[in-house]
């Protein structure tokens, strides 16, 4: 069981860093746009942090308040995304700068939270 959970931690590491990877790249190449990396990790992160939220070995406490910040900051990411993406669909252009930041820095608040909570 703690094998298991360890894998689930580490996949829950690789969605942030699929997440922010695919984000610092697009923010290098002075290409502001979204892209569907972005989404994947972002999935692989939520169904990864909600397997983790879930007490399976007995006994553990939870900290409910971080579990929540950190579903709030992905909830924000994902709309940022979802937002993000749409527009760069129907229009063609890049996202707007203020809406890439925002992306960027819920990404890493998110991870600032679970390392420093």
């Known amino acids: ?4 959970r360890d894998v689930v931690v580490l996949l829950h590491i690789v969605g942030f860093a699929v997440t922010f990877g695919a984000w610092v790249t697009a923010a290098v190449s ?4 979204f892209t569907r990396t972005m989404d994947y990790g972002l999935v692989l992160s939520l169904v990864t942090g ?3 939220a879930a007490p399976w070995p007995a006994g553990i406490e939870l900290n409910y308040p971080k579990i929540g910040l950190k ?11 979802g937002i993000g993406s749409a527009r760069q669909r129907r229009t063609g252009q ?3 700068r203020p809406l ?8 890493v608040t998110a ?4 390392v420093l909570w």
Request: cysteine-free.
């Open 94 to 96: 890049a996202v707007p």
């Open 100 to 107: 890439f930041v925002a992306a960027g820095v819920l990404s």
């Open 30 to 33: 002075r290409e502001l746009r």
């Open 50 to 52: 909600l397997a983790l």
């Open 1 to 4: 069981m703690e094998l298991l």
């Open 111 to 114: 991870a600032a939270v679970a």
């Open 71 to 81: 579903l709030v900051l992905l909830v924000a990411l994902g709309a940022v995304l």
